[in-house]
């Protein structure tokens, strides 16, 4: 499973709140993302790090907010919860297995925004 | 950025039968990598298998095969013999072989696979 984990696995919130979520990984990935799965989008990507303190957007960054402080660390923030940000939240990191990259993900994180 | 189409929103196949889930894509690279990957009630993302642009040959893995036509930009996922615990969502993927954007994977809208008794 690549040993990725998210806590928390589901929170709700009020709208207007902040919320963290946190990725958490065992095997010094270089590469970490934030997607959300919202029905008929499939995973749409937030936001990715390619280093400690090196972030870039995805394509649904805002109102999302991320840092990486450690290898081993990604953290999703909500500055101000909205009812459009209730989604499950997937991190992801990228392996490598011979010349192959393919990205394993977490358990997932089911957010409630009400 | 590339996109990445699930025409079948959901399918429905017998227990022991054959079924195959769709997955088109665009794209203006030569080199690529494709993906099938498999959610099953419990959320876990789980890679089914892998194919690569430049390898004819189409991947299988036990029950699974794809039927990659790369001039067609298709890529489609057959599951033979299909059993109670493939029932799941299904999600294509694509992704670049290009040296800045080896990173960066896209995702199709997934396509819900029921498997009937």
């Known amino acids: 499973d690549a040993g990725i984990t998210q806590s928390p696995r589901h929170k709700v919130t009020e709208t207007g709140t902040p919320v963290t979520l946190r990725c958490h990984q065992t095997?010094?990935?270089?590469?970490m993302y934030w997607y959300r799965q919202d029905p008929g989008h499939g995973l749409r990507l937030i936001h990715y790090s390619y280093g400690v303190k090196d972030t870039d957007k995805g394509e649904v960054s805002d109102g999302y907010s991320v840092s990486r402080s450690k290898t081993e660390d990604f953290l999703l923030t909500l500055e101000s919860a909205t009812s459009s940000q209730t989604s499950v939240y997937f991190c992801?990191?990228?392996?490598?297995?011979?010349?192959?990259?393919?990205?394993?993900f977490g358990p997932g994180t089911r957010l409630t925004v009400t | 950025a590339q996109t990445v189409t699930q025409s079948q929103p959901e399918m429905s196949v017998q227990e022991a039968e054959t079924v195959t889930l769709s997955c088109t894509y665009d794209t203006s690279e030569s080199d690529y990598y494709l993906f099938w990957y498999k959610q099953p009630p419990s959320r876990q993302m789980i890679l089914v298998i892998r194919?690569?642009?430049?390898?004819?040959q189409n991947a299988t893995e036990n029950r699974f095969s794809v039927n990659f036509q790369k001039a067609a930009k298709s890529f489609s996922l057959k599951i033979s013999d299909s059993q109670l615990g493939d029932a799941a969502m299904y999600f294509c993927a694509y992704r670049s072989s290009d040296q800045y954007n080896f990173n960066k994977f896209y995702f199709g809208s997934g396509t819900k696979l029921n498997v009937k008794p």
């Open positions: 095997e010094n990935h270089r590469y």
């Open positions: 992801a990191i990228l392996g490598r297995t011979g010349v192959n990259y393919e990205q394993y």
């Open positions: 194919q690569e642009a430049y390898k004819q």
